[in-house]
């Protein structure tokens, strides 16, 4: 329990002074730490922390003066209230100079028991109430620490949330949703850039025939590898999306010229038709398949999105009847309103 106490210093070279200031404060609710000279009580502020220290000011090798000077240096100690007890509380000039010394009160000598008790209960209360202050402050830094935590985590949760709900959880890439939104996004946005933007629509094949060979797994495996290989070979402002199945969309922004755009969407072909190695519960093995794809130019604000996808579903169609494994593009004239 003493631990708890706060602790109070009595700096006295006179060891009758030192008993007597010990009765007097043996109920003041302190544990009560007694030093014979000026150095020993520096030694001892150095290792304890005092609510009061009362300090004798006439002692030999190093008075009173000098010791509260020296704790007013020191950082950690320069707060700790001294109260000089001396016989010379009567002298201005003493008085002053304990002051300037850093003494924050003066008790005479010899020694009123009224007048000590009530001065050392004052600072006790003081030193208890900074105390409790301390205590709530670091307990709400505390609460503020684990209060930025949980809004850190809650918003890393909605932050998947919103993640696993735009994203297909197989490839990581957007799903349908997003998909639409992003297309949205590229219509508001293109007739206010001098180029347009064209919508591809994927489709592989060959894929069910993995599927059916070698497992639902594999076929999982394959695709992780299909939306990488889109995902590593489109621009940073292109969308690739995951539409269900082995059906992908591509956005492609800022498109100048068709043979251009045609180029880039063989190239596409050209790379997914490359051998992925994969391994099944029969074994490893090479899938080989391809991807056919149909390609829409957007033509302006009187097409609507979805005749945006129909004509690119039209141009898919048609890649998969001429063989599969290539591009076609359908370049349609919006419909006129009656």
Same mark, same amino acid.
């Given at each position: 329990?003493?631990?708890?106490l706060p602790k109070i210093l009595i700096v006295d070279d006179t060891r009758a002074n030192l008993v007597a200031m010990?009765?007097?404060?043996?109920? $003041?609710?302190?544990?009560?730490?007694?030093?014979? +000279?000026?150095?020993?009580?520096?030694?001892?502020?150095?290792?304890?922390?005092?609510?009061? &220290?009362?300090?004798?000011?006439?002692?030999?090798?190093?008075?009173?003066?000098?010791?509260?000077?020296?704790?007013?240096?020191?950082?950690?100690?320069r707060d700790t209230p001294i109260i000089f007890v001396t016989a010379a509380y009567a002298d201005d000039l003493n008085?002053?100079?304990?002051?300037? +010394?850093?003494?924050?009160?003066? &008790? $005479?000598? =010899?020694?009123?028991?009224?007048?000590?008790?009530?001065?050392?209960?004052?600072?006790?209360?003081?030193?208890?109430?900074?105390?409790?202050? #301390?205590?709530?402050?670091?307990?709400? %830094?505390?609460?503020?620490? #684990?209060? #930025?935590?949980?809004?850190?985590?809650?918003?890393?949760?909605? !932050?998947?949330?919103?993640?696993?709900?735009?994203?297909?959880?197989?490839?990581?890439?957007?799903?349908?949703?997003?998909?639409?939104?992003?297309?949205?996004?590229?219509?508001?946005?293109?007739?206010?850039?001098?180029?347009?933007?064209?919508l591809a629509l994927l489709d592989i094949d060959g894929f069910k025939a993995v599927n059916d060979n070698y497992g639902?797994? !594999?076929?999982?495996?394959?695709?992780? %590898?299909?939306? !990488?290989?889109?995902?590593?070979?489109?621009?940073?402002?292109?969308?690739?999306?995951?539409?269900?199945?082995?059906?992908?969309?591509?956005?492609?922004?800022? &498109?100048?010229?068709?043979?251009?755009?045609?180029?880039?969407?063989?190239?596409?072909?050209?790379?997914?038709?490359?051998?992925? =190695?994969?391994? *099944?519960?029969?074994?490893?093995?090479?899938?080989? &398949? *391809?991807? +056919?794809?149909?390609?829409?130019?957007?033509?302006?604000?009187? #097409? *609507?999105?979805?005749?945006?996808?129909? $004509?690119?579903?039209?141009?898919?169609?048609?890649?998969?009847?001429?063989?599969?494994?290539?591009?076609?593009?359908?370049?349609? !004239? =919006?419909?006129?309103?009656?």
């Amino acid at each position: 329990m003493n631990e708890a106490l706060p602790k109070i210093l009595i700096v006295d070279d006179t060891r009758a002074n030192l008993v007597a200031m010990r009765r007097l404060l043996v109920d $003041a609710g302190a544990e009560l730490v007694e030093a014979a +000279s000026g150095n020993e009580a520096l030694a001892l502020c150095l290792d304890h922390q005092f609510a009061l &220290i009362l300090l004798d000011v006439n002692m030999p090798d190093m008075d009173g003066f000098e010791v509260a000077t020296l704790l007013g240096e020191a950082e950690q100690l320069r707060d700790t209230p001294i109260i000089f007890v001396t016989a010379a509380y009567a002298d201005d000039l003493n008085r002053l100079k304990g002051y300037r +010394s850093g003494a924050v009160d003066y &008790i $005479a000598k =010899p020694v009123n028991d009224t007048i000590l008790q009530s001065k050392v209960r004052v600072f006790l209360d003081l030193y208890n109430a900074r105390m409790q202050l #301390q205590q709530a402050l670091g307990e709400l %830094s505390r609460r503020n620490r #684990q209060l #930025q935590e949980e809004i850190a985590e809650r918003e890393r949760i909605e !932050a998947q949330v919103r993640h696993q709900a735009t994203h297909d959880m197989l490839t990581g890439l957007p799903n349908r949703a997003l998909f639409h939104d992003r297309l949205h996004g590229a219509m508001q946005r293109a007739p206010r850039r001098d180029n347009g933007f064209a919508l591809a629509l994927l489709d592989i094949d060959g894929f069910k025939a993995v599927n059916d060979n070698y497992g639902h797994p !594999a076929g999982d495996a394959l695709l992780q %590898s299909i939306a !990488a290989r889109l995902r590593s070979h489109v621009r940073a402002n292109d969308t690739v999306a995951r539409l269900g199945g082995d059906e992908f969309a591509l956005i492609l922004e800022d &498109i100048v010229e068709v043979p251009a755009l045609l180029e880039r969407c063989q190239h596409l072909c050209d790379m997914l038709a490359l051998p992925y =190695p994969l391994d *099944s519960r029969q074994g490893d093995f090479v899938a080989r &398949i *391809s991807a +056919s794809i149909g390609i829409a130019l957007w033509s302006g604000d009187a #097409q *609507s999105d979805e005749q945006l996808i129909q $004509a690119a579903d039209r141009a898919l169609y048609q890649a998969k009847n001429a063989g599969k494994n290539r591009c076609v593009l359908t370049i349609d !004239a =919006p419909d006129t309103p009656t």
